[in-house]
């Protein structure tokens, strides 16, 4: 069969090598990629006839139409360079959220008091989203807008304005929470165009590889062969791509279908480096913008925890004052060694305090840590309190004791004293004079370690001088206040001595003797006592009662408790009770400064006294010992121990007929045994109001003798919380039915027994 037949005469197939007729002014139009095959559908993207075995093989349908390789890879290489661009720039925002949500958790970690600061600054890292989330308007409001300014201009600004800044407002106060979500959705989109990313790279390497093992017949196959075809890829090369008509799938000339080829496979090859060449970019741009972001959330991380964390605990430190003239700052909590000594620190020098305690302050001075004596240190007021009552220089260089200088303070805040220049001021000759403004005499007043403290105040503009004279705890060194009075207006402390019970002062000029109290004038001077629990038990709460016997008074002054827990005070409660003298009857009141106070920890603590203006004389009251002791482990032993050591201090103890035993072989036993004598107690218990009021708590222990027929006596509050606790344990034991006695060789005996009863509020 020759070139030119059109079919083969025998089967009557058709001559592919034949050119082509026109049939009724139609050619047909074969597949732009296998020139032999006739077209049976288009790609639905660039519009180029394909035949069947393309639109089998093609990778992608849309809208149940074929797409072709080239098209498939251009859409493939698109996603890519878009997912590539979406997971890139959501973990550059997941880097900017976690760097300040980690430093807001980071600042609540170590300082949980500055949970507003880490609430901000996490929020920052939520804040681009959620204005952008918040503020920006949809297109359905901007045409809600658009409607309500039309009608009423003036009230749809307002509406917009208070919408605008409502979403500011609303942005900012969620912000924090917004990086919380942000943070999970860009994680969540770094997962998924990971995936895509994976997914579409695999569809793009399948489909180049099909195309470069399966070699294209229009250029390999192509029957076409010799000066036609190259003129005809000559002539055509740059030709325009012309999609086919969908519907009749016919092209005008054949020529046409060869420059849309020869346009494709160029396109084709054009396209795939600029697609690797764009992926290899956005990878280097990712890899650098993470590590950008890693470095950018270490160096941040280290700059919190390096100068941040420092300056936040130095900024939020309490600031205290050094006292004496020369402190030890040391680096170990001991005193009295050579090699812990760091430096000197003097007289008015600031230190940054992290922690201060009864004995020690962890303190830093000029950037270097380390630890000061506690009691040489002051808090700013009292510190200029205390600094500006320096008269001269003298003053200071002759008060050089740091427990004489808070002698000093303690008058000046117990008579509220203002000091400086208008107020009251210390004057001091030189230290080596014989008479001066000061003085440290050895007096017998029962208080013997050191040596007492006196000196003289100056009022400069009242022309007025106050005479005071302490003493000092032999364990703590605490000022002990014990008298004052007028000073002359001239004249310096010559001389000082007590005479039991009187202070004779003498001046230089001038003789002056008080006598605080004697013999004659006892009946008529004003009590002024304390009184609390001696022992208590650590986190138990007690009274702590100040009583003045008279209700004239005026000008209670607030001792400095700063061993207990202030939970309540001072309550001030008026007292009457009815006396009858020779016939006659008299009312006497009293009035009463009551402290609920709770123990802090286990020691050995010294309330100092307070003092209260009665009938125009400035009185003191008593200081006040107690001591606070860990809980007991159970009951039982501690009635164990209670009963041991309250007959070991008694163990002579004995009545005019039987001994009273400690222990004996059979035991005091309540009537039923212990539960039905703790039910008993329970039953009977009732709460004092004003204990109850003021929630004061604690376990009462009273001893008491069972008696040979089973009675009980000599009850006694062996450990006390308070006095209306003890009274009322005192009262239900009291009340207490006939015990079975206690046995020694069969035979009845008196046994000491001890009762704890633990008084709670629910």
């Known amino acids: 069969m020759s070139d030119k037949a059109q079919s083969c005469p025998k089967c009557g197939a058709p001559n592919p090598n034949a050119p082509m007729q026109n049939l009724e002014e139609y050619y047909f139009n074969p597949c732009a990629w296998h020139n032999n095959a006739p077209a049976v559908s288009s790609c639905v993207t660039c519009g180029r006839a394909m035949c069947k075995t393309c639109v089998d093989t093609a990778p992608f349908a849309i809208n149940n ?26 973990v550059v925002k997941l880097v900017f959220l976690l760097l300040f949500m980690s430093v807001g958790l980071m600042i609540y970690i170590s300082s949980p008091e500055h949970i ?28 809600a807008d658009e409607i309500v300014t039309r009608v009423d201009p003036n009230e749809g600004c307002f509406q917009q304005m208070f919408a605008f800044f409502f979403k500011v407002a609303f942005a900012f106060l969620l912000a924090p929470v917004a990086a919380i979500w942000f943070t999970i959705k860009n994680i969540v989109a770094i997962v998924k165009s990971s995936r895509a990313i994976k997914a579409d790279q695999a569809d793009y390497d399948t489909i180049l590889l099909r195309m470069q093992e399966i070699a294209h017949p229009a250029e390999a196959n192509s029957p076409h062969t010799g000066q036609g075809s190259q003129t005809a890829n000559r002539d055509y090369t740059n030709a325009s791509v012309q999609p086919e008509k969908p519907a009749q799938q016919v092209a005008t000339s054949h020529t046409s279908t060869d420059a849309v080829y020869t346009q494709s496979a160029k396109h084709s090859q054009d396209t795939s480096p600029a697609q690797k060449s764009t992926s290899s970019k956005l990878n280097v741009a990712l890899i650098i913008g993470i590590v950008i972001g890693a470095f950018a959330l270490v160096g941040l991380v280290g700059g919190y925890f390096i100068w941040y964390a420092p300056y936040a ?4 430190a309490l600031r205290t004052y050094v006292v004496a003239n020369n402190v030890f700052l040391r680096s170990s909590k001991v005193a009295g060694i050579e090699y812990n000594k760091l430096t000197k620190v003097p007289y008015g020098t600031r230190l940054i305090t992290y922690s201060k305690d009864d004995e020690w302050a962890e303190v830093k001075v000029d950037g270097v ?10 808090e700013w007021d009292d510190f200029m309190l205390l600094d500006n009552v320096w008269g001269n220089a003298d003053a200071k260089e002759c008060i050089e004791s740091s427990k004489s200088r808070m002698a000093v303070l303690d008058y000046c805040k117990r008579k ?15 230290k080596d004079a014989k008479c001066n403004n000061f003085l440290y005499p050895r007096l017998d007043n029962d208080h013997d370690k050191f040596a007492e403290f006196a000196f003289v105040l100056k009022n400069q503009t009242a022309k007025e001088r106050l005479f005071a004279i302490y003493s000092f705890d032999d364990d703590t060194e605490n000022p002990i206040f014990l008298y004052d009075e007028p000073a002359p207006e001239d004249g310096e402390i010559k001389q000082i001595k007590y005479s039991g019970e009187k202070y004779i002062v003498k001046y230089t000029g001038h003789v002056t003797a008080v006598t605080p109290k004697t013999v004659d004038d006892k009946k008529n001077k004003v009590e002024f006592k304390a009184t609390a629990s001696e022992v208590v038990g650590i986190g138990e709460t007690f009274k702590l009662c100040y009583e003045v016997m008279t209700d004239k008074e ?19 409660g008026i007292r009457s009770s009815m006396s009858s003298k020779n016939g006659a009857t008299s009312r006497e009141s009293s009035v009463t400064y009551t402290y609920v106070l709770k123990a802090k920890e286990v020691g050995v603590f010294v309330v100092p006294p307070a003092t209260i203006t009665a009938d125009g004389e400035v009185i003191t009251s ?19 121990s209670i009963a041991s050591e309250t007959v070991s201090d008694n163990e002579k103890e004995i009545s005019a007929e039987e001994p009273v035993y400690a222990a004996a072989e059979q035991a005091p036993e309540f009537p039923g045994g212990m539960e039905c004598l703790t039910d008993f107690i329970r039953k009977n218990l009732k709460y004092p109001p004003f204990s109850r009021t003021f929630g004061i708590e604690g376990k009462v222990v009273v001893s008491f003798v069972v008696e040979k027929d089973g009675s009980t006596t000599d009850f006694t509050v062996v450990r006390s919380v308070d006095p209306d606790l003890d009274n009322e344990a005192l009262r239900v034991l009291k009340s207490m039915p006939e015990w079975k006695p206690g046995k020694q060789d069969g035979v009845p005996v008196r046994v000491k027994f001890a009762v704890p009863i633990n008084f709670r509020l629910k």
Request: hydrophobic share 35%; aromatic share 10%; proline share 5%.
């Open 622 to 640: 008593n200081s006040v010992q107690i001591k606070v002791v860990s809980e007991d482990l159970n009951v039982q032993n501690q009635i164990s």
């Open 554 to 572: 005026e000008g209670f002054c607030v001792p400095q408790i700063k061993d207990f827990e202030i939970l309540h005070g001072p309550t001030r």
């Open 416 to 430: 509220q004293l203002n000091t400086g220049t208008e107020g009251w001021q210390l004057y001091t000759l030189p």
């Open 313 to 316: 605990k130095d900024r939020d």
């Open 369 to 378: 840590e380390g630890f000061v004596a506690a009691p040489y240190l002051l």
């Open 116 to 143: 507003m600061t880490a609430w901000i600054i996490a929020g920052i890292g939520g804040l681009p989203s959620a204005l952008k989330n918040f503020v920006t308007r949809s297109a359905e409001e901007k045409w």
């Open 65 to 90: 139409k074929p797409q072709c390789n080239e098209c498939s890879l251009q859409m493939l290489g698109e996603n890519i360079s878009t997912n590539k661009t979406t997971k890139f720039w959501s």
